[in-house]
């Protein structure tokens, strides 16, 4: 028997829909999308959700249930993270979205979210990769996880996402180079203080990134002219790889970056902060390296509903 399935991940910058038939666990994907709403846009200051944010990012949820639900889904499942999580008109925003999206709100804890995540991800591993490390960057926070035989060894969610970073540290035109060294050092402070070192010197086999930053690097790292989920999940991407792009990227005001291929151009202002915390991570692991998977949050709900029906 087959059933028609959707999860909705509302994130700090992207929302992102995944429409799938399943049967048993497997499942195909016949319909995905995203885009860049900017729900976190303004709330590290404010310390609140702000009303144009929560309005384009409400539109976008409920015009994503509706896809779904024409495409046939059963069930629409939507997870908020990292803004809605910490905001303290929380209630009143998934209020909003309920009443315009017709579909239930969870807000899941950084935990969760890792651990969500690491099931999207694991499932479509290469055979053979008993351990990694899994880091995810995401709009307010990122995630990492150790991960061992399947299962999350260890976990931290941290209060480091590329909004933010933007918002303090962002520059309308090419990079600073001066700027960009002091945001650096901010990060690596923040990972030296936060990330535990269960997970820091922990035994793994791969660095394996996920989400906007490290997905968009590989597309571009491959010189795609559109972006192919097969071709960048998998991808290797070596720090030298990844200080060119940065480079290249950084030469560019932002207007100029939106052109750039396969970079949406909401991220155009928030890849160089996504790139800082990336090389950081790398640095306080020891690795050169990181393998990147185009799933993730989306999967990993999609996994998790699977594994609810008998």
Sequence with gaps: ????LATVDLGTNTVRLLVVEASGR??????????????????????????????????????????????GAARVRVVATSAVREATNRAEFVEQVEALAGERVEVVSGEDEAR????????????????FVLFDIGGGSTE?????????????SLKLGV????????????VRWERFARM??????????????????GKADLLVGTAGTVTTLAALDLGLAAYDA???????????????????????????????????PGRADVIVPGIAICLAVMERLGRDAIV???????????????GERP
Excluded at 116 to 131: E, I, Y
Excluded at 163 to 174: A, F, K, S
Excluded at 188 to 196: C, G, K, N, T
Aim: net charge positive; proline share 6%.
């Design 1 to 4: 028997m087959t059933v028609r």
């Design 26 to 71: 497997a499942w195909r994907p016949l319909h995905q999308v995203q885009r860049v709403t900017r729900l976190g846009e303004g709330q590290a200051s404010a310390g609140r959700l702000l009303p144009e944010p929560m309005r384009r990012t409400a539109l976008t949820v409920a015009e994503y249930s509706r896809v779904a639900r024409e495409l």
């Design 116 to 131: 969500l995540t690491l099931a999207g991800v694991a499932a479509a591993l290469p055979g053979g990769v008993d351990s």
């Design 144 to 156: 990492l996880v150790l991960a061992q035989g399947g299962r999350a060894a260890a976990a931290v």
């Design 163 to 174: 909004v933010p970073l933007v918002e303090e540290w962002g520059d309308p035109g090419p």
């Design 184 to 201: 650096r050092e901010a990060i690596a402070r923040s990972l030296a203080a936060e990330i535990p070192e269960t997970i820091a010197r």
């Design 230 to 264: 097969a071709r960048v999940h998998g991808h290797r991407l070596d720090r030298g790889a990844i200080e060119r792009q940065l480079a290249g990227l950084g030469a560019l005001d932002v207007a100029a970056r939106a052109s750039v291929p396969c970079l949406e």
């Design 292 to 306: 990147v998977s185009d799933r993730g949050l989306r999967e990993g709900l999609l996994a998790d509903l699977l």
